[in-house]
């Protein structure tokens, strides 16, 4: 199934995983799994709901392969202003839908028995039951908005089924809440999505998953770097103001520069000339060149003097 730019992730998964039910057993096992969303009409007949033509045309393709017979099932769509169409495989005949039952080993379209069958299946065949649950009631966003998937029921009962059967088949912990009536098993970690999509057969989008876990963290690590080195410049500006403030007092107040001990009186100046140098890169700058907390020592000490001349320049001012 081809995809277009429009379609929304989880467009994408469901066709990716449509196009992977291939052969009888994953056929069967996956027609299982949309029949526990089938409901039946009056006289026998089911009928299965989608929102994707793609799936309800799968549908129709399973029930036909089920039934051994290519006019088993029959689409129809009910289209609305504003809203998702809405597509449906129909099966009209009861006989029909008793020879589905008969291939699928239920006697009736029941849950207990459903459940039953589906506990059977091998590991590969699993996946198949698991992606016609996800065609039915999953949902799963976009990696790059969030990592998401869910199962949306209006049965309690059914959630806290699928919630069992996927912890023991899969050791995989879906969570529960309620959202409008309806209860809701989801993930939000991006491994376990992985896993899920693997295993309905959506291989594509659960690496598309991983390619955007890995960019995200690439984006984080480069703006964590970035916000370092931002908080790092930050406090070197601010520690070489203060330095030369420092410079500029003895420049007034101490009689000049010239006064100072010579290892001082040679850092002050190389500070002045590269007020926007490290400590590191300052301290390549003398000849011999001198360690990077020797630079930083010496700076400290004029400070301190620069404290104690304005210490000073205040008792006399309040003398006077």
Not at 7 to 34: P, Q, W
Not at 136 to 141: R, Y
Not at 157 to 174: A, D, H, V
Not at 292 to 302: F, Q
Request: aromatic share 6%.
């Amino acid at each position: 199934m081809e995809s277009t730019n429009t379609e929304t992730f989880n467009t994408r998964v469901k066709k990716e995983a449509a196009d992977s039910i291939t052969g009888r057993k994953k056929s069967d096992a996956c027609l299982l799994g949309l029949l526990l969303s089938a409901a039946e009409d009056e006289q026998g007949g089911i009928y299965v709901q989608n929102d994707i033509k793609e799936l309800c045309e799968l549908s129709i393709r399973l029930i036909c392969h089920a039934a051994e017979d290519e006019n088993a099932a029959q689409m129809s769509v009910v289209r609305s202003r504003g809203r998702t169409p809405k597509y449906t495989a129909y099966i009209e005949s009861a006989n029909t839908v008793q020879r589905i039952m008969e291939r699928l080993n239920l006697s009736c379209l029941n849950e207990d028995e459903i459940f039953s069958c589906a506990d059977r299946l091998s590991e590969k065949n699993f996946g198949a039951f698991a992606a016609g649950l996800f065609f039915s009631f999953g949902n799963v966003s976009s990696p790059e908005k969030e990592y998401h998937l869910e199962f949306s029921f209006l049965s309690e009962t059914l959630c806290s089924r699928i919630q069992e059967l996927f912890t023991k088949r899969l050791y995989l912990q879906l969570k529960v809440t309620q959202r409008r009536g309806r209860s809701i098993l989801y993930l939000k970690d991006s491994e376990s999505i992985e896993d899920i999509l693997t295993l309905i057969g959506a291989t594509m989008c659960s690496l598309e998953v991983m390619n955007v876990k890995v960019l995200k963290d690439i984006r984080n690590r480069a703006n964590r770097a970035t916000n370092c080195d931002t908080a790092n410049c930050e406090r070197q500006n601010r520690s070489a103001a203060r330095q030369i403030e420092a410079i500029k007092t003895i420049e007034v107040l101490g009689g000049g520069l010239s006064l100072l001990p010579d290892e001082l009186h040679e850092v002050a100046v190389m500070r002045l000339k590269y007020p926007e140098y490290t400590l590191s890169e300052l301290s390549e700058e003398f000849d011999p060149p001198i360690s990077k907390s020797g630079v930083n020592h010496r700076l400290k000490r004029i400070e301190q003097l620069a404290a104690e001349l304005n210490g000073s320049a205040a008792k006399k001012a309040i003398v006077q």
